[in-house]
């Protein structure tokens, strides 16, 4: 299926016995599907991390979000269903943000504008090199796709709108500057400008300035029915976040709200009964309500179970049991509208339609984004993302098949997991002495994350267990993790059971990095691999389990073979302990490595029979197609090997080649053909 956003896709392979009644024909017999996002792609998807929604009386959401692969930062739902998305605001410079507003008119979006790098160079669209701005796009509400331009508003080149953009903040590179809140009512638009700590007050139709009041950090808002304004202020400089009530025009009111210890308000809004709803990112995860708001405001309850997602068995996903809820919205009817974004790397949207009495009406999933999924070896039922547990019904329709079981990471519990400090992407699920163990890999082949699980004591968590890091990590946040060696490539293996990387833990292999590697795969019995790009194989042996179901890796037992023939670079490697077959890809002195573009798997696909007996001749190899040029067009980007099958997925429109390894080949291992001896045991 071809999709333009990540609902993600595989394909659903038929049992052994099926393939083989059908390889005859010399065709395989396929159903593609998808995961973790409620709508199929093509024109219709679910937006992934939001981080802000407006919700009108008729239960219309509108909801942005800082980036969404596909182009829908900001979108509509109603219902339950897509019904619109404004477009125009991904590429040429242009990102969503953080923060949404509507009046009777217009849309108030907030929005991120930079000039890639300096290359696109017209002042009246992007902001000068070296810059990026932050502020506020005005779309018709009547027709959302539509700009609202007005005198003084930016863009117009690219595939941008003209005239609709108000700079609020011009910085210089990698500042953050978001805005952090909107309200509009049909005459003012109230804007939080966070980096200055200031509430900037706008002319709905000019969009010109018209007042401001200094606020220190402040956040998201809602206007009450007196038509003033509650505003959060956040956490910061030895001060805890609360909320605070103003007039329009900036003059502090006496009532304000204070908050217990651990609570984290990352949104606002009033019910159809004037009370006050806050969302809560802190360990309860929940809605808080308060009422009194005219005299002195208190909590009259909350709303959504008490832990969230952690609430009964962690991590197993249910019926008002949020994640990082970062919105909330009520329509006329009372009707409650939450917006859950439990993500560690992009796609963690579960948007969710609740009655006053806490019934579920409707439930809108956008799990998945720079994920590869995994199947439990002993139970095709269950499939592992980085970060999430699906539970699989295969005789479902394509796209409801699966169904959301459980979110495995507890930041709250695990703070160092890694998942919480690397941008992560592949999982493997692996049994080692028949335990379950997830594998989680990143965009960049930086590092091999390992995690176990106790279903006993921690429900769906993955429990932080081992890591394997190329050299000394370097992230924003600069304590993580605490206590790796200052230089060289290192293992760090969870000896205590804490999950936590205390000092200890680590081992190293003399201070010196990896060589430079994109190929890592995880066996069946545990066994870690890498194929460099020049310095041969290694092996990482999996030594067992320690006493708290931890597997057990040291360098002191690290194989190593130099890169067999044909190769002269590899990037892909598969081995299965199995049958004792290894499987690599790369590039040969016949097809030479002719680009810079980190994803390319190469251009030659090899098979090795009896690889721990010394087995280094290729018993086939081959070649895919590959378009030899400076794009990424037409260059396959990743395999597996399923079975007889060997896929070839190509970075272009989600293209996937199949091999048949069930058929005699032509000399010089090319593509397989049908012959005479139809089988040989499943080799080619």
């Known amino acids: 299926m071809n999709m333009s956003r990540p609902a993600f896709t595989f394909c659903f392979l038929l049992t052994s016995a099926g393939i083989a009644a059908r390889a005859s024909t010399n065709r395989l017999v396929y159903t593609t599907s998808w995961i973790g996002n ?5 024109s219709n998807w679910v937006q992934q991390d939001i981080k802000a929604m407006a919700v009108t009386p008729d239960g219309s959401v509108y909801a942005n979000v800082p980036w969404d692969e596909g182009g829908r930062e900001v979108g509509v739902c109603k219902d339950g269903r897509i019904v619109g998305m404004a477009g125009h605001s991904h590429g040429w410079g242009y990102h969503g943000g953080t923060a949404i ?34 502020g506020v796009s005005r779309r018709r509400r009547s027709d959302l796709r539509r700009g609202a331009p007005f005198a003084g508003g930016k863009g117009g080149d690219g595939d941008t709108l003209k005239g609709c953009f108000l700079v609020v903040n011009q910085v210089p590179n990698k500042t953050d500057a978001n805005i952090q809140g909107l309200w509009a009512n049909d005459t003012r638009v109230w804007v939080s400008d966070t980096f200055h700590n200031r509430v900037r007050v706008y002319d709905a139709e000019a969009m010109t300035p018209v007042a401001s009041w200094g606020m220190p950090r402040p956040g998201q808002m809602a206007m009450d029915a007196a038509h003033t304004l509650w505003i959060i202020q956040k956490a910061g400089d030895g001060q805890a976040a609360h909320i605070v009530r103003f007039t329009t025009r900036g003059r502090r009111l006496p009532q304000s709200i204070s908050f217990p210890k651990g609570v984290v308000p990352t949104a606002v809004c009033f019910d159809p009964r004037g009370r006050l709803l806050v969302t809560d990112d802190g360990p309860n995860q929940q809605v808080r309500i308060y009422r009194d708001l005219e005299s002195k405001p208190v909590p009259e309850g909350t709303f959504g179970e008490k832990g969230g997602i952690y609430a009964g068995i962690p991590g197993a996903f249910g019926p008002l049991k949020f994640n990082r809820p970062m919105a909330v919205g009520c329509d006329a009817k009372g009707n409650l509208y939450v917006a859950s974004n439990g993500s560690s790397g992009g796609g963690g949207t579960v948007l969710e339609s609740y009655t006053p009495k806490g019934r579920l009406n409707w439930r809108l999933f956008g799990l998945e984004f720079v994920d590869r999924a995994d199947v439990d070896p002993q139970n095709e039922q269950d499939v592992y993302t980085k970060e999430e547990h699906f539970r699989m019904d295969y005789s479902q329709p394509p796209g409801r098949q699966w169904t959301y079981a459980g979110y495995t990471i507890d930041r709250f519990w695990y703070p160092e997991d890694p998942r919480l400090h690397i941008w992560s992407a592949g999982a493997w699920v692996r049994r080692i002495k028949g335990r379950l163990f997830l594998f989680v890999n990143d965009m960049y082949s930086e590092a091999l994350q390992v995690y176990r699980f106790d279903r006993r004591g921690h429900g769906e968590i993955a429990i932080p267990c081992g890591l394997f890091a ?39 292999d003399g201070g010196r990095d990896a060589p430079p590697l994109w190929g890592w795969w995880v066996d069946g019995q545990g066994n870690v691999w890498q194929a ?64 810079g573009m980190w994803k390319v798997l190469g251009r030659v696909i090899c098979r090795y029979d009896n690889w721990s007996g010394g087995g280094r001749k290729p018993r086939w190899e081959v070649v895919p197609n590959y378009k030899a040029d400076g794009s990424w067009e037409g260059k396959p980007a990743s395999m597996t090997i399923a079975g007889d099958y060997l896929f070839v997925a190509y970075v272009e429109h989600g293209r996937i080649k199949v091999y048949i390894l069930m058929y005699e080949w032509r000399p010089r291992w090319r593509e397989p053909t049908k012959s005479s001896a139809a089988w040989r045991n499943g080799g080619p």
């Open 38 to 42: 409620s709508c199929s792609g093509g």
């Open 101 to 134: 507003a509507l009046n009777g008119k217009y849309v108030f979006i907030g929005e991120s504008v930079e000039n890639e790098g300096g290359h696109l160079n017209n002042t009246n669209s992007w902001p000068p090199k070296g810059y990026d701005w932050f």
């Open 470 to 508: 190329k050299g000394h990590l370097k992230k924003d946040d600069a304590n993580w993790p605490p206590n790796q060696p200052e230089k060289g490539e290192w293992i760090w293996r969870d000896a205590n059971g804490n999950g936590a990387f205390d000092a200890g833990e680590y081992s190293s």
């Open 532 to 595: 460099t790009e020049s310095s041969g194989i290694r092996e990482f042996p999996c030594g067992g389990l320690d006493a708290n179901g931890s597997p057990i890796y040291r360098f002191t037992s690290m194989r190593t073979a130099p890169m067999p023939a044909p190769f002269t670079r590899l990037e892909r490697i598969y081995y299965f302990p199995a049958n004792d077959t290894m499987y690599l890809a790369g590039y040969t002195a016949r097809h030479p490595h002719d680009h």
